[in-house]
T-cell receptor, first 117, second 114 residues
Framework: AQKITQTQPGMFVQEKEAVTLDCTYD???????LFWYKQPSSGEMIFLIYQGSYDEQNATEGRYSLNFQKARKSANLVISASQLGDSAMYFC??????????????FGSGTRLSIRP | EPEVTQTPSHQVTQMGQEVILRCVPISNHLYFYWYRQILGQKVEFLVS????????KSEIFDDQFSVERPDGSNFTLKIRSTKLEDSAMYFC????????????FGEGSWLTVV
């Protein structure tokens, strides 16, 4: 069964607009971590933002924020004031058992974001 | 800012040959990982490594694959007898203890098997 679901295979957004990338997850663990990574066309995987399952506030990192709705098991990424350089593939990921450092991250299928000038 | 480094960035190899992909994790990290991404597909977990042994491996990580930490800094992935379907981007990653336990990825090694 899919543990991380990203329902938007591709999105087009006008430059300077805000964009929300959807992510839902499935876990029976009480303790887990949620991540977003950016993969530009050059291929590297860039960490963007993290949200722990026990964090009461939504995570923010510059123009990135994570809209965490625990009851709905969603962890949407919001990018404010989008820039051309935001065009990339975006992956939502989850690590179960937050206290276990060795546990793996599992990825969603990704959303390809394209910013229009 | 510390980063995970991988070599080579791109390797072309003949089917049946052995390949070693090298990684230098972030220096104070204790947990190491290899992931694979076939072109256009999702990122797949291969193996995690801690305290000089495999912590977990996926069903992809069969006898064709092995990992090693030959010294205090390098972490390698060996692929024996490569097949066409091994063509993919291979990512090394590392993490440490602490809040978030973020896993940081290297820039990847693109393997092409011909």
């Amino acid at each position: 069964a899919q543990k991380i679901t990203q329902t938007q295979p591709g999105m087009f957004v006008q430059e300077k607009e805000a964009v929300t990338l959807d992510c839902t997850y499935d876990t029976s663990d009480q303790s887990y971590g949620l991540f977003w990574y950016k993969q530009p066309s050059s291929g590297e995987m860039i960490f963007l933002i993290y949200q722990g399952s026990y964090d009461e506030q939504n995570a923010t990192e510059g123009r990135y924020s994570l809209n965490f709705q625990k009851a709905r098991k969603s962890a949407n990424l919001v990018i404010s004031a989008s820039q051309l350089g935001d065009s990339a593939m975006y992956f939502c990921a989850m690590r179960e058992g937050e206290s276990s450092s060795a546990s793996k991250i599992i990825f969603g299928s990704g959303t390809r974001l394209s910013i229009r000038p | 800012e510390p980063e995970v480094t991988q070599t080579p960035s791109h390797q072309v190899t003949q089917m049946g040959q052995e390949v070693i992909l090298r990684c230098v994790p972030i220096s104070n990290h204790l947990y190491f990982y290899w992931y694979r991404q076939i072109l256009g597909q999702k990122v797949e977990f291969l193996v995690s490594f801690y305290n000089n042994e495999i912590s977990e491996k996926s069903e992809i990580f069969d006898d064709q694959f092995s990992v090693e930490r030959p010294d205090g800094s390098n972490f390698t992935l060996k692929i024996r007898s490569t097949k066409l379907e091994d063509s993919a981007m291979y990512f090394c990653a590392s993490s440490n203890t602490g809040p978030g336990n973020t896993i940081y990825f290297g820039e990847g090694s693109w393997l092409t098997v011909v």
